[in-house]
């Protein structure tokens, strides 16, 4: 059973109830992220989101720890480019004193000083750790070549010199711009009541005073850069963007299923091309990046430094040859499985749930429907697969990111 729930305020509420398990996963998501910064904000989303576990007006960083602890809890967060997501799970008899927690960090952090002093060095250290793995590097340094500096092209993180000139009244003025009841959405999935949920929801969320978030939209400009960072390690690891598809296109189920059999999976033709056939990558895969405003399909492998080029021509022969000879009945079938079994999967899982019907009441203003979903993917056609591979692999807007001891970034 589904339940949907707009408050006064605008706050809303969706419960994905899933009996016979016994746990429930709860989210607080905002609909706020990297890609709506300026540049003097560049990484305070992300700031924010650590900040919030560092007191309260009640509750100092270490009790609200070892009160979720207490109860067998878990607590954690996150920021993406477009939202931010506080979450928490719990046993079913302990939902209450588990939401009643995440709601006080949520909506009474004091951001101490020395706390916050404290965690621009753990950030400072994040973004070190982030510089130091390769992988991640090279498709952050992907979405500037992309999208360029600003959007969906910053780096969630933010800049060092940025963390470390925050302030409070910064803090403050972002969310009271940001964290306001119509850009919140509240999601439960799991074995829970109904009212139950909706009562505690009310209870903490129903008062706050109504606002409707600053208008801040995505300027989407694809750049279509090569850009690389030198690093003196053992692998290149470049990445290949080609624009590709939206959130809700009419193709992107269909584009879905195309990047299934491109690189998705082990049967892929790049793990099979790539791996199994030249042995040129240890890590080789695709997938589809999509957002409201804009979309990728991007290409990523971890290589030997000494012949990358080669693995770079392999990729670019893969593409050619799906382009060319499309893809099999067979390849298609197998991608519509893979398509369909994600989503059954995810049926499964609290966490998943809370996660699927908030995002898609944030970024679409509907309710999930699992049986309309499924209904989607079964109605792509072969020829609507096709259609894909047509509109993805446009050579002349491509771009790329290298990472590694190389000299120059790949040639276009």
Do not use: W
């Amino acid at each position: 059973m589904v339940h949907y729930k707009k408050f006064d305020n605008g706050i809303r509420l969706v419960v994905k109830q899933m009996e016979g398990l016994l746990s429930v996963s709860m989210g607080i998501i905002v609909h706020t992220g990297a890609s709506v910064e300026n540049d003097k904000e560049d990484g305070i989303s992300h700031f924010i989101e650590h900040m919030m576990f560092k007191g309260t007006k009640k509750r100092t960083a270490y009790r609200i720890s070892d009160e979720m602890d207490a109860i067998g809890a878990q607590m954690n967060a996150f920021t993406s480019k477009d939202i931010t997501c506080y979450y928490a799970k719990s046993t079913t008899g302990h939902a209450g004193e588990a939401f009643e927690i995440l709601s006080d960090l949520f909506l009474n952090s004091v951001f101490p000083e020395d706390e916050m002093v404290r965690e621009k060095g753990v950030i400072v250290e994040e973004i070190n750790m982030n510089d130091d793995t390769p992988d991640d590097l090279c498709l952050d340094v992907l979405a500037k070549a992309y999208y360029g500096e600003r959007g969906y092209g910053r780096n969630i993180l933010g800049s060092r010199e940025n963390v470390n000139s925050f302030t409070r009244s910064d803090i403050e003025e972002y969310l009271s711009k940001r964290y306001v009841p119509e850009n919140i959405v509240i999601s439960i999935a799991g074995n829970i009541d109904i009212n139950f949920a909706e009562d505690i929801a009310r209870k903490y969320f129903g008062s706050i005073p109504a606002s409707k978030p600053e208008e801040r939209p995505v300027a989407v400009e694809l750049a279509h850069k090569s850009l690389f960072r030198k690093k003196e390690i053992e692998q290149i690891h470049f990445a290949l963007a080609f624009p590709s598809v939206k959130r809700y296109d009419k193709l992107f189920d269909a584009t879905q299923i195309m990047n299934s059999v491109l690189g998705g999976s082990m049967s892929s033709r790049l793990f099979q091309k790539v791996r199994e056939e030249l042995g040129l990558a240890y890590t080789v895969y695709s997938y589809l990046s999509a957002y409201s405003e804009s979309g990728s399909l991007v290409v990523y492998a971890g290589v030997n430094s000494g012949n990358y080029l080669k693995s770079v021509q392999a990729v670019f022969d893969c593409i050619e040859e799906i382009k060319k000879n499309k893809i099999t009945k067979e390849e298609f079938k197998r991608g519509k499985e893979q398509l369909t079994s994600s989503s059954v999967f995810s049926q499964e899982s609290t966490s998943a749930q809370m996660l699927l019907y908030g995002k898609e009441l944030i970024y679409s203003g509907k309710v999930y429907d699992f049986e309309d979903r499924i209904n989607k993917i079964s109605s792509v056609t072969l020829d609507d697969v096709c259609r894909a591979v047509e509109i993805n692999f446009d050579k002349s807007t491509l771009a790329a990111s290298l990472v590694g001891n190389a000299d120059k970034p790949l040639e276009l």
